[in-house]
């Protein structure tokens, strides 16, 4: 990310735990890479997303909610990954996110944690676990912090969550803000439909500005008009990071699943398919049953 070589990164470098960093923890093996590890980060932190937004840079974030994917993704350099209530419709077989729970959720996220080494995981506070009070909210925050090994999570609603965002910051909960379509109130907006058109635009702009002034790292819009966009990434001094909300933004997300073409089905507008692991898979577990089947494996050359 930008901030890595930018001229100040000496006063913004990361510095040691003052206690220890865990087993397995080395020193640079020479001063030049002692030098190297300060111009990198070895973690991207919410200051470096912040950073690339003032330095008019980008970065990517994709769901995860295993080891593999989770190692895969960090080292494609993916900034940010999401361990998303979305497990619920792409893990766990639900038709929709609001059946998942914190309890579902926490295993997938320490998972992801131990897996990645340099991105920054941000996990969803689900359905249920944060709109009853502030105090629920950062009871579920802690709990992903504290067992899901999460550095941030992510709530979704406009300005009326303000102060439950601030409560939580205050707690030391980094928060990462969810408008536009918010798929857990689906039932309430009428189904997946396009947020914030016309004059609605400026009720985004005003959830955004609320969110951030109460402490929120970032604001993630999702299936909004690239326009309304626009106008509320430039209303706030956070990053915003976009799922079908067009360009302007900071970082875009997808569900990974969509992205290498796992799921199958029609995929939504704003969705860019990068591989068809459906299709390989499909044809590998094909030609396994087939070589089974046949006596073809397993041949002498697997065989002790």
């Given at each position: 990310m930008a901030s890595s070589n930018s001229s100040d990164s000496r006063a913004s470098a990361e510095v040691p735990a003052p206690y220890g960093t865990g087993p397995g923890t080395t020193a640079p093996a020479?001063?030049?890479?002692?030098?190297?590890?300060?111009?990198?980060?070895?973690?991207?932190?919410?200051?470096?997303?912040?950073?690339?937004?003032?330095?008019?840079?980008?970065?990517?974030?994709?769901?995860?909610?295993?080891q593999y994917t989770?190692?895969?993704?960090?080292?494609?350099?993916?900034?940010?990954?999401?361990?998303?209530?979305?497990?619920?419709?792409?893990?766990?077989g639900n038709e929709t996110s609001l059946p998942v729970t914190v309890d579902?959720?926490?295993?997938?996220?320490?998972?992801?944690?131990r897996s990645a080494k340099r991105a920054l995981v941000v996990a969803d506070l689900p359905f249920g676990s944060y709109e009853v009070s502030a105090e629920q909210a950062v009871a579920a925050g802690v709990r992903f912090l504290k067992e899901g090994l999460a550095h941030a999570v992510k709530i979704e609603g406009g300005q009326y969550y303000a102060p439950t965002v601030r409560a939580m910051v205050q707690a030391g909960i980094p928060v990462m803000a969810h408008i536009g379509f918010t798929p857990q109130s689906e039932h309430a907006l009428g189904g997946y439909r396009v947020q914030g058109r016309g004059d609605d635009g400026q009720r985004l702009i005003e959830d955004a500005r609320a969110l951030a002034d109460a402490g929120a790292f970032c604001v993630l819009m999702?299936?909004?008009?690239?326009?309304?966009?626009?106008?509320?990434?430039?209303?706030?001094?956070?990053?915003?990071?976009?799922?079908?909300?067009?360009?302007?933004?900071?970082?875009?997300?997808?569900?990974?699943?969509?992205?290498?073409?796992l799921r199958g089905g029609r995929m939504a507008k704003f969705v860019k398919q990068y591989a068809d692991l459906?299709?390989?898979?499909?044809?590998?577990?094909?030609?396994?049953?087939?070589?089974?089947?046949?006596?073809?494996?397993?041949?002498?050359?697997?065989?002790?």
């Open positions: 020479s001063a030049e890479a002692a030098a190297t590890a300060v111009r990198k980060p070895a973690r991207v932190r919410v200051h470096h997303l912040q950073q690339a937004k003032r330095d008019g840079t980008k970065f990517a974030m994709l769901t995860a909610y295993e989770a190692e895969i993704f960090d080292a494609a350099g993916i900034e940010v990954l999401l361990v998303g209530d979305s497990a619920s419709n792409n893990v766990f579902e959720l926490l295993p997938l996220c320490r998972a992801v944690a999702e299936m909004v008009p690239a326009e309304t966009a626009a106008a509320v990434d430039a209303a706030v001094d956070v990053p915003t990071v976009g799922i079908g909300a067009g360009k302007a933004t900071t970082g875009q997300v997808l569900v990974w699943q969509d992205m290498a073409g459906r299709n390989t898979l499909l044809d590998a577990a094909t030609a396994y049953g087939d070589d089974v089947r046949s006596g073809a494996f397993p041949g002498p050359e697997h065989s002790f």
